[in-house]
């Protein structure tokens, strides 16, 4: 029997017709019909649905500086079991992912983890402090091979900066992935600004401070003709906001994680700074259009915005409370579960924007390819009838921060393959 | 009832059983001359994060008069000037065995945590939340506005009240007009947009960007404090221009109807939002304030923690 070969029977690529699918040596080699088992080993999969491993545009690893939060080996292991095959690490480590340096580590060691690959991504600007470009030539060209670059946790502000970063990048086809939010209209915000955040005396965070800067960004990637990427949208106003740029022309790609999805800003009332994310949570319609954008694909991607926080960080005053929730291992059941009722969805679109969208937004090549032959193995098996309760302590993250405890979120990812390798059994990470 | 977080808990039978409670508890304690011994044995903590003599004096003072044995942690020169989390403190004060924390904290929902979170299993009553709420203020003032406009009376209908001033920033006038709307008053909240939170035009209130429209309407007007570090240009652009829009001086309370009385939640910038002939004159009942705020807070700590002692 040869070690990674397999014959996947009976699943269903995309949610349609049933299919067999033969895994050789890391590749997709067959797909049909009642295929032949040879002496492959068989994963009998009938009744599930088989789709490209996810790729997220937007994770914390907090590796290096915060371990006690999460390392890049238990964000590669929640990254695998909630179905992902690559992730791209955020810059707003200690020390800063700045340098050829800092991301070379972080893409090493993901390397040596090894059960998902790791893309650093770079920090705009020295120490993610708005000021000076960070050496953005020094990454890319580094082993890391850096193509996204953010100041995600702070907002590029500086509009000559902002300018300056979108063009520099150009000369390797990079995209500046920014963090829409206005300094000056957020100084203290707590919760998104509306009738509960006055209610409940908390200091709002206005959605015009992520529009008024996706605006701009827009017309500064329109004017120097480069590539932007909006993070986790969170408004009607953004999503109305790319779509124009959109039909307008401009470079422009958006992302919005699973909770802005599902949830929404009355779950603050409670206190529990569990909700406490930024951008914060939004209303009832501004979760509607974003559902709406990212069915009609003016949102390209899912991304989770993967947060790990220790418990110290979240148990305590709202104020006082650090921004931020787990994303990874829940991520397809509240995509699913947010987006059951929205026209047009179904698991292709799903399957688009949960992995060749941003594979392709990442440059992630070998990433988010489609089920055909010759491609490489990368392979989720989702049951669409198991359902999952969320138990905080269960997951793979070494925080435990997740909004959704003690939710029961339809689908289950059951088994995951890596570069052909079998590694997620039975929703379990072997070994 | 196990805690005391927010007036909007309270169902109109709640706030009528508080300020009844305090008419009463003041009757049997001669005007609060008397000791009662209702919480003997008792203890209430009172835990003040932010600097607040009056009202850190207001419920030692009620505690003391219901006999409960009363300790006083404040932020300043304690473990919590050191950088220790709310959490741990909360685990010292349960160790020591409080059975009610009185908390007033910067944060909106600290009170919230304490009595949710899972720290610790003492009634909890807020005592000001940064901007959220501080309810023991509004029940003392729907105390006065009742003695004063409807003695005795089970709600406040026919009743116009106007807030003026900072909502933005003030708990007070959050947990009065929910509070007072919740008794049936109509509540007018006055005040330049800068000072108004996004929303208001939602709660159950109406909303004036002009005072002087307004004033011969209202059969009370409760004048906030405005804070300094508001009057840098940010919010407004200068306290003379706020002053003269905003502020009650001896005009502008000659327009109010005869009865109308003049509330404030102390303490007052004289010369700002209130002058100090209005402060001082018959029609202000600030002083009232004071001292029904200790009944209401006396009721509340009874009614929280007292159990099932009757009153006498």
């Given at each position: 029997m040869s070690l990674n070969s397999y014959l996947i029977v009976g699943s269903r690529p995309y949610g349609e017709e049933v299919q067999d699918l033969r895994i050789v040596d890391g590749r997709i080699t067959e797909i049909g019909v009642?295929?032949?088992?040879?002496n492959l080993q068989v994963?009998?999969?009938?009744g599930r649905i088989c789709l490209p491993s996810f790729v997220d545009l937007h994770t914390h690893l907090r590796e290096p500086g915060r371990e006690d939060a999460e390392t890049i080996a238990s964000g590669s292991r929640a990254a695998t079991l909630g179905g992902f095959s690559a992730v791209f690490a955020m810059a707003n480590t200690t020390p800063v992912a700045d340098t050829a340096g800092v991301v070379e580590q972080v893409w090493r060691i993901g390397r040596e983890t090894g059960l998902v690959d790791v893309f650093p991504i770079g920090a705009v600007s020295v120490g993610l402090q708005g000021e000076a470009l960070a050496e953005l030539g020094a990454m890319a060209a580094s082993?890391?091979?850096?193509?996204v670059f953010s100041d995600d946790g702070h907002c590029v502000s500086d509009p000559l900066l902002m300018r300056r970063a979108l063009e520099y990048v150009k000369t390797f086809d990079g995209v500046i992935a920014q963090h829409a939010q206005d300094p000056r209209l957020t100084q203290g915000a707590q919760m998104n600004e509306g009738e509960l955040s006055g209610v409940l005396g908390l200091t709002g965070w206005p959605a015009v401070a992520e529009e008024s800067i996706i605006a701009r960004d827009v017309l500064l990637a329109s004017h120097v003709d480069s590539r932007l990427h909006v993070c986790h949208v969170s408004t009607a106003g953004s999503v109305a906001i790319v779509r124009w740029a959109k039909e307008m022309g401009v470079r422009v790609t958006a992302e919005v994680t699973p909770h802005h999805l599902l949830l929404?800003?009355?779950?603050?009332s409670s206190f529990d700074?569990?909700?406490?994310v930024n951008p914060p949570l939004r209303s009832r319609a501004d979760t509607l259009a974003l559902r709406e954008g990212l069915a009609d694909g003016t949102i390209d991607a899912v991304a989770t915005d993967h947060a790990p926080h220790p418990h110290e960080a979240k148990d305590c005053e709202w104020d006082s409370a650090a921004f931020g929730m787990l994303g990874l291992e829940t991520a397809l059941g509240v995509v699913v579960a947010a987006m059951?009722?929205?026209?047009?969805?179904?698991w292709r679109t799903l399957s688009d924007r949960m992995s060749s969208a941003p594979a392709k937004i990442g440059r992630?090549?070998?990433?988010?390819?489609?089920?055909?032959?010759?491609?490489?193995?990368?392979l989720v098996l989702i049951d669409p009838k198991q359902t999952r309760e969320v138990v905080a302590e269960a997951l793979?993250?070494?925080?435990?921060?997740?909004?959704?405890?003690g939710m029961t979120l339809p689908v289950c990812v059951t088994d995951v393959f890596f570069n052909g390798v079998h590694q997620v059994r039975g929703g379990e990470l072997n070994g | 009832m196990k805690h005391l977080i927010?007036?909007?808990?309270?169902?109109r039978t709640d706030t009528l059983q508080i300020l009844d409670t305090a008419l009463e508890l003041d009757r049997v304690t001669d005007g609060g001359t008397k000791l009662l011994p209702?919480?003997?044995?008792r203890t209430v903590v009172n835990?003040?994060?932010?600097?607040s003599t009056r009202t850190r004096l207001s419920f030692e003072r009620a505690a003391k008069r219901l006999s409960a044995d009363v300790v006083t942690f404040s932020?300043?020169?304690?473990s919590v000037s050191k950088g220790e989390s709310l959490k741990d403190t909360a685990l010292t004060l349960k160790a020591m065995g409080a059975d009610m924390i009185v908390v007033r904290h910067s944060s909106p929902g600290a009170a919230h945590r304490l009595a949710h979170a899972g720290w610790l299993e003492s009634s909890v009553l807020n005592a000001g939340d940064g901007k959220h709420e501080h309810p023991t203020q509004a029940l003392g003032d729907a105390f006065t506005i009742r003695a004063r406009l409807?003695?005795?009376?089970?709600d406040f209908n026919g009743l116009t009240i106007g807030i003026v001033g900072?909502?933005?920033?003030s708990r007070v006038a959050r947990s009065n007009i929910f509070l007072l709307a919740s008794l049936g008053a109509k509540v007018v909240v006055i005040g330049p947009p800068t000072l108004l939170p996004v929303?208001?035009?939602?709660?159950?209130c109406e909303v004036s960007y002009s005072l002087d429209a307004r004033l011969p309407q209202l059969d009370a007007i409760m004048m906030l404090r405005v804070q300094q570090?508001?009057?840098?240009?940010?919010?407004?652009?200068s306290e003379l221009e706020y002053s003269r829009a905003f502020g009650l001086n001896r005009a502008r309370a000659a327009v109010?109807?005869?009865?109308a009385i003049v509330m404030h939640p102390g303490p007052m910038n004289r010369g700002v939002e209130i002058s100090a002939e209005v402060a001082d004159?018959?029609?202000?009942?600030i002083t009232e304030q004071v001292a029904n705020g200790l009944k209401v807070r006396m009721a509340s700590m009874y009614l929280l923690i007292g159990g099932d002692v009757s009153v006498t």
């Open positions: 009642e295929l032949d088992p040879e994963i009998e999969a009938h082993s890391a091979g850096v193509t929404t800003e009355d779950l603050v700074p569990v909700y406490k059951a009722e929205t026209p047009n969805w179904n992630a090549r070998n990433h988010g390819r489609p089920l055909a032959i010759g491609e490489p193995a990368h793979a993250s070494l925080s435990g921060n997740t909004p959704y405890a | 927010s007036v909007q808990d309270l169902s209702t919480l003997r044995g835990l003040f994060y932010e600097d932020a300043k020169g304690s409807r003695p005795e009376a089970s900072d909502v933005l920033h929303g208001v035009e939602n709660w159950p570090e508001r009057m840098n240009g940010t919010f407004f652009p109010l109807p005869e009865h004159s018959a029609r202000s009942v």
